[in-house]
């Protein structure tokens, strides 16, 4: 009875919380849970089938969302934490919306879930399998530096010897991860030499994780991605169960995945300007064959799936808006990629907090790439720098060698879609952190003049 009660509050903040014009994300979940601290406990053990977790520092929401979608076409009801809030309160609240006071049962549970968090969350729910993306340095004030994350991450793994991992072949840092743990392991990679922007952009992991000597890559997609060996302990890139090979022809795009199953093929058209969400979907492809989805359903499940706010949200007042979700180096230097690849005149708005939600420590800022933007600056009209650290973004982009004429600081976030409006430029993209991000795509869907906003698959 205390759960249903609890379940009942929690339905009634959320609704208060949206009326009052607040997302409602995570307000329920904290209610519940300090109203029944074994919740989120009890709601795993009502799923039927699977529990599948995705972590790791970038593209969690994308994945998770797409093999949501996935899930939703082999007709299973499913629980996913679709807008991203990846906390227990964030899962016990996408618990909650999922239900009705009638029924508390799914077949399926799709979480992500934050990688700092991991060991919170499986004290409570151990999943059947754990998709990894990737791991860069990210916040870290909260998760400190990558070896004390991966530790923390292992720890948290050691509690469900049943747990099936699902990693990406092409990050060094994951594979020494699972080379350390007894579970059983399934690998993917992409294994065409495509470019993906590394040239110049800094490597996180270049060192060994077994013996401390630099890694040697045969080629490099991003960050610390690619086909990499260590020439002095043999450490070297697993031979991938489920493969990925893109093929570009007149202008378009091919993703193929195959899996290890040889009668596993998944054929998808990708946009040829994006390269980072071919690991998103890879991975979702992948743990679609590993639940046990035929290739068609996999590839229904990726074709119906639609991106969730600010991951490369398109919109148009006056003239074409982009608005994407970055929060750290990484993710930043493959937003910076797609801006420079578009040769109109254009404004680029950057917005940077530092509220818990988005990490206190901005030091990353300089971690970033933002020399990217330098390269094509003669197609950059000017930016418009927003947000608790504005002047440190500023400071940054003089040191990239931006002329300060060039630079405009604001505050309010009328005045960033406004800026953008009135300018000279052909074109307008909004880059921004977690906490800056709703407040600003409300300003713009209210304002958009197209009948629906348009998204291409994003790095979050």
């Not at 909650?96 to 992500?112: H, K, M, P, Q, V």
């Not at 040769?343 to 030091?363: C, M």
Request: aromatic letters at 10%; hydrophobic letters at 35%; a negative charge.
């Amino acid at each position: 009875m205390r759960r249903i009660l609890a379940v009942i509050a929690a339905k009634m903040t959320s609704a208060l919380a949206k009326l009052t014009g607040h997302q409602g994300t995570n307000i329920g979940g904290e209610l519940a849970l300090r109203l029944c601290p074994d919740i989120l406990t009890w709601f795993g053990s009502k799923v039927r089938d699977k529990i599948i977790f995705v972590t790791g520092t970038n593209g969690k929401t994308s994945t998770n969302n797409m093999i949501y979608s996935i899930i939703r076409q082999s007709g299973h009801s499913c629980v996913c934490n679709q807008l991203g809030a990846n906390m227990n309160s964030g899962l016990i609240s996408a618990f909650i919306n999922s239900s009705t006071l009638g029924s508390f049962e799914w077949d399926y549970a799709c979480l992500e879930v934050d990688e700092a968090s991991l060991p919170k969350v499986m004290a409570h729910i151990k999943p059947h399998i754990i998709v990894f993306t990737n791991i860069f340095v990210d916040q870290l004030d909260r998760h400190g530096e990558m070896d004390a994350l991966l530790d923390k991450i292992k720890t948290a793994i050691k509690t469900s010897e049943d747990t099936v991992l699902l990693i990406n072949a092409d990050d060094p840092a994951l594979v020494s991860l699972g080379d350390g743990l007894p579970h059983v392991k399934y690998y993917y990679g992409v294994e065409t030499e495509t470019d993906m922007g590394s040239k110049g952009l800094a490597v996180d992991t270049v060192f060994c994780k077994k013996c401390g000597n630099r890694l040697h890559y045969n080629y490099c997609y991003y960050g610390q991605l690619g086909h990499y060996t260590c020439q002095k302990c043999g450490f070297t890139r697993p031979v991938p169960d489920f493969r990925a090979f893109i093929e570009d022809k007149a202008g378009k795009r091919k993703l193929i995945v195959w899996g290890k199953d040889k009668d596993f093929i998944v054929e998808t058209d990708i946009n040829i300007s994006d390269t980072y969400s071919i690991y998103n979907t890879l991975a979702a492809a992948s743990c679609g064959a590993l639940a046990g989805n035929t290739p068609e359903t996999v590839l229904k499940g990726i074709e119906t799936y639609r991106p969730q706010v600010g991951r490369m949200e398109k919109f148009y007042i006056q003239k074409p808006i982009t608005l994407n979700l970055a929060k750290n180096p990484i993710g930043f230097n493959e937003s910076m990629k797609v801006v420079s690849r578009d040769s109109s005149l254009k404004t680029v708005a950057i917005g940077i907090n530092d509220l818990p939600q988005d990490g206190r420590d901005v030091s990353w800022l300089w971690d970033t790439n933002f020399e990217i933007l330098q390269e094509v600056d003669e197609s950059i009209y000017g930016y418009i720098l927003f947000g608790q650290r504005r002047y440190d973004v500023a400071l940054r982009l003089k040191y990239a060698g931006v002329e300060p004429e060039k630079l405009i600081i604001t505050e309010k976030p009328e005045d960033v879609v406004d800026g953008i409006v009135k300018s000279e430029s052909d074109a307008g993209y909004i880059l921004l952190n977690y906490s800056l991000l709703f407040d600003i795509q409300k300003i713009l869907k209210e304002r958009n003049e197209d009948n629906e906003t348009y998204h291409v698959p994003s790095v979050s």
